[in-house]
């Protein structure tokens, strides 16, 4: 059974910085590209980044030059940097996993809370 576990969410000053991570289980993630979204409160899930196995990356404009995903392969584990936060990257981010071939399948994680504020 494929499990995503996220951690590193928390409570941080506006220009501070996070790392989140996700470790998957359950799978060879090689034929999955591994991502992060976020939902703020009243709002629909959006996509933040998203990285394949070749180390490929794809990032939300609002986010660009601030947040940076990576994978380590070795470990089944996607990061995300957050740089630069501001109050309106509060958000649940959520981690996923995206089979890139049939049968074409995503799963999720729990979420982990990000809240910037004073």
């Known amino acids: 059974q494929v499990q995503l576990m996220e951690s590193g969410g928390g409570l941080v000053q506006p220009g501070g910085s996070l790392r989140l991570s996700c470790a998957a289980s359950?799978?060879?993630?090689?034929?999955?590209?591994l991502g992060w979204y976020r939902q703020a409160p009243g709002k629909q899930r959006e996509l933040v980044a998203t990285v394949t196995s070749g180390h490929a990356t794809n990032n939300a404009d609002s986010v660009t030059g601030r947040f940076t995903i990576s994978r380590d392969n070795a470990k089944n584990t996607v990061y995300l940097q957050i740089d630069g936060l501001k109050p309106e990257d509060t958000a649940v981010y959520y981690c996923?996993?995206?089979?890139?071939?049939?049968?074409?399948?995503?799963?999720w994680g729990q979420g982990t809370q990000v809240t910037v504020s004073r």
């Open positions: 996923n996993a995206h089979r890139i071939i049939a049968p074409v399948l995503d799963y």
């Open positions: 359950g799978t060879t993630f090689d034929l999955y590209t």
